[in-house]
């Protein structure tokens, strides 16, 4: 059974840094491109950041400059610093994996995880 669980969400002062974590518990994604994305109530799901198997790294336009993705190896999770945070960056974030960073980057994905929620007061 594959299973991505993100984790590391919390409530925190604008300004603030949280550090997401996304791991897998069935596979090794080692091959897999990794990603981010939000949703917050109301709007439609938003790319955040993906990392391909090799590393590279795309952002969406929102979080350029204060978030920081990364994969230690196809071992460790993958990571998501959150550093700056604002208000409008309170969402359920969520973990995925696809074959393609592309893809991933276009909101496709081949394996879905739950959700971690991320407040951020002002």
């Known amino acids: 059974q594959v299973q991505l669980v993100a984790s590391g969400g919390g409530l925190v002062q604008a300004g603030g840094s949280l550090r997401l974590s996304c791991a897998d518990t069935?596979?090794?994604?080692?091959?897999?491109?990794m990603g981010w994305f939000r949703q917050a109530p109301g709007k439609e799901r938003e790319f955040v950041a993906a990392i391909s198997w090799s590393g590279i790294t795309s952002y969406g336009d929102s979080v350029k400059g204060r978030f920081t993705i990364s994969r230690a190896n196809a071992r460790n999770p993958v990571y998501l610093q959150m550093n700056s945070l604002k208000p409008e960056d309170t969402a359920v974030y969520y973990c995925?994996?696809?074959?393609?960073?592309?893809?991933?980057?276009?909101?496709?994905?081949?394996?879905w995880g739950q959700g971690t929620q991320v407040t951020v007061s002002s």
């Open positions: 069935g596979r090794t994604f080692s091959t897999y491109a």
């Open positions: 995925a994996a696809c074959g393609r960073l592309d893809r991933l980057i276009q909101g496709e994905y081949d394996y």
